[in-house]
């Protein structure tokens, strides 16, 4: 098995995995013994169930298998352990996110719904935020289902082929780091049983006295408008608007820095006025 962190996409056994996420047979004898009882979608329902109700923690082969009712040693014969079954539950969560025919938005728009579909898929799974790494990513039919459709959404932006997939990494990795900080604060609050603002004001007296403005009068004054603005040092809705509008902005200037004169497909110059 790799040496990998079982904790992450691409950890497991290539060529198993492989086999596993596109549902090839392996090239060996015949399987001996009697038939299955559950099948290899059963095991990841059953995992995504038990990660998404109480998290990775809860996630083992023999729980899996309690919870499909076979023997503990019975899900190896299934998948042959966790890394395997991390990226079978990610690619399975990819291939059923909603995809609509791209039709007139603009690319801005096609982003901004890319990135949005992927902030829900993270928030109703948080998990994912701790396991999908985008520089190995499940490569089943799931990830490529999704991969092609997003790349579509930057069609008509004169982007090279190399520069439409930095876009999307690029975006992806916005998105995904916004939903982890998300499920970290949510994960403190939980732990703590003690929301942000309560956290703060809980802190403030000594904040008060420790913070010296003369000699932090940056973060004084700055951390002050923040807190009042937001009611905590961290806000999840203010900062996702605020990220993904830079992220959006730093690429409408890549495509004008790369395509000046570039006019979008889907959305075609207005007529010139009636002549009076």
């Known amino acids: ?35 299955r009882s559950v099948t290899v979608s059963q095991i990841v329902d059953a995992a995504l169930e038990l990660a998404d109700a109480n998290g990775l923690a809860a996630l083992t082969m023999r729980a899996v298998a309690e919870s499909v009712g076979i023997a503990a040693m019975s899900v190896y014969t299934y998948v042959p352990g966790k890394p395997e079954l991390l990226d079978l539950m990610v690619d399975a969560l990819y291939a059923r996110m909603p995809r609509r025919e791209w039709r007139a938005e603009s690319w801005r728009e096609r982003l ?13 799974h948080p998990w994912m935020t701790e396991v999908a790494a985008l520089s190995r990513p499940p490569l089943g039919p799931g990830l490529m289902a999704k991969y092609e459709y997003e790349l579509a959404s930057l069609d008509g932006t004169g982007l090279s082929d190399a520069d439409v997939d930095a876009a999307l990494t690029f975006l992806l990795g916005f998105v995904q780091s916004h939903c982890r900080a998300a499920h970290d604060a949510q994960r403190a609050t939980t732990d703590s049983a003690m929301s942000d603002a309560d956290w703060w004001a809980a802190n403030q007296p000594v904040l008060a006295r420790a913070l010296d403005p003369s000699a932090y009068p940056r973060a004084v004054r700055i951390g002050a408008a923040a807190g009042e603005l937001q009611g905590s040092a961290w806000d999840d809705e203010r900062s996702w608007a605020f990220g993904l509008a830079c992220a959006l902005d730093g690429l409408e200037r890549l495509i004008e820095r790369r395509c000046p004169t570039l006019i979008d497909p889907v959305s075609p110059p207005s007529p010139p006025p009636a002549a009076d």
């Not at 990998?4 to 392996?26: F, Q």
């Not at 901004?112 to 109703?124: C, D, K």
Request: charged share 15%.
């Open 1 to 35: 098995m790799s040496s990998m962190n079982p904790h992450r996409t691409g950890a497991g056994e290539p060529s198993v995995t492989l086999r596993l996420l596109w549902g090839t047979p392996a090239q060996t004898a015949p399987r001996k013994g009697p038939a």
């Open 112 to 124: 901004t719904a890319v990135a949005e579909a992927n902030r829900m898929l993270l928030s109703q």
